[in-house]
């Protein structure tokens, strides 16, 4: 047998009004249904296109005007640009050059993202700081100096930065720009200055060293006598070009590996120290090598291989390093099931 449906009372029906009253109250929002209900063809912007909107909400007028003159100032920087290609493909120790953009927008991308949302706001002090970067750049082209010169680049993109989205945008990306110091090579000016003081400390390192491990050696000046076979620490062994690839490697570690303030001002302030004791590991093992090997043998494959092996060893000592103050001090997020006393916001063990 069938059964006849009944029709539906017409007060039973769901209204608009109910739907309305519905959706207002599943959503949690107190108010006026129409204020907070989506029209019949429109579709409700989710959280995260919100944070953009806020984000980007800009007029496109402003973009335009951002684009044409990061455009014409492109094309005047593309000798400086030039000269430091020039530098990568010559010389080998600012090879690492070649990777820093890469490396700088990616760290732009994770201070982007795990931010809070902001709003840009272009600030009309960028544009007198864009001026003022352009007369100084003039001043360093009429005195010839072309390292200067190209040094302008970094202040001109922060100010850039700052016209477009203000200083909540240069706050928040700084470390990206920061990072951008590696793409210069060393002035002369500090190549000189340095450049004899870390030799002779190399030098007596690697005596120092090549001794307690059991090799008797002399030095006379930046020449150690392996026996009879003179090994000559020359400038270009002092360590110092070693030191920006080294840098630029461990302040990019500490921009993107979590950790504690700190931590990232020990590591940082480590890299001289860091870069010393791999550049005496390296002379120690060549002198070694003429030992057991010959001059002739030793300075054609230990030289080449130890220098090779200076920026892993390097590496090598950063991780331990990086370890040790781990070992030594503990957080409160590390320390399990002791969030009452005191002593676990810091816990320094005791050796």
Not at 337 to 348: P, T, W
Request: charged share 10%; aromatic share 8%.
């Amino acid at each position: 047998m069938i059964e006849m449906l009944s029709p539906t009372p017409a007060d039973s029906l769901p209204t608009t009004a109910n739907v309305d009253e519905t959706l207002a109250n599943s959503s949690g929002v107190p108010g006026d249904s129409q204020a907070t209900a989506a029209g019949p063809n429109e579709v409700p912007a989710s959280p995260v296109e919100d944070r953009r909107i806020k984000s980007w909400g800009l007029p496109p007028a402003p973009w335009l005007a951002m684009v044409a003159v990061s455009t014409v100032l492109a094309f005047s920087y593309a000798s400086n640009l030039s000269f430091l290609v020039d530098v990568w493909n010559r010389d080998p120790n600012y090879s690492h050059g070649f990777l820093v953009v890469p490396v700088s927008l990616v760290i732009l991308w994770r201070r982007w993202i795990e931010g809070p949302p902001i709003t840009l706001r272009p600030s009309l002090w960028g544009w007198v700081g864009l001026i003022g970067v352009l007369v100084v750049r003039a001043i360093c082209y009429e005195r010839g100096s072309e390292w200067s010169e190209t040094a302008t680049l970094l202040p001109l993109i922060a100010c850039l930065t700052a016209t477009v989205g203000g200083w909540v945008l240069l706050k928040r990306i700084w470390p990206a720009i920061a990072f951008l110091v590696f793409l210069f090579p060393l002035p002369q000016g500090i190549n000189s200055l340095l450049s004899q003081p870390l030799q002779r400390l190399a030098t007596v390192g690697s005596c120092i060293l090549l001794k307690l491990t059991g090799l008797w050696v002399v030095a006379e000046g930046n020449v150690i006598l392996v026996g009879s076979e003179p090994l000559e620490v020359a400038a270009a062994c002092n360590g110092l070009s070693m030191l920006m690839c080294l840098a630029a490697t461990v302040a990019a570690m500490t921009f993107l590996v979590p950790m504690a303030l700190w931590k990232r001002v020990v590591l940082l302030a480590s890299i001289i120290p860091v870069a010393l004791i791999s550049n005496i590991l390296r002379i120690a093992a060549t002198a070694w090598c003429y030992h057991l090997l010959g001059a002739s043998t030793g300075a054609h494959l230990a030289h080449d291989a130890a220098g090779w092996l200076m920026m892993p060893v390097a590496l090598v000592l950063v991780g331990l390093e990086l370890a040790l103050l781990s070992w030594l001090v503990v957080t409160e997020e590390e320390i399990p099931g002791n969030h009452s006393d005191h002593f676990s916001r810091i816990h320094a063990r005791t050796i």
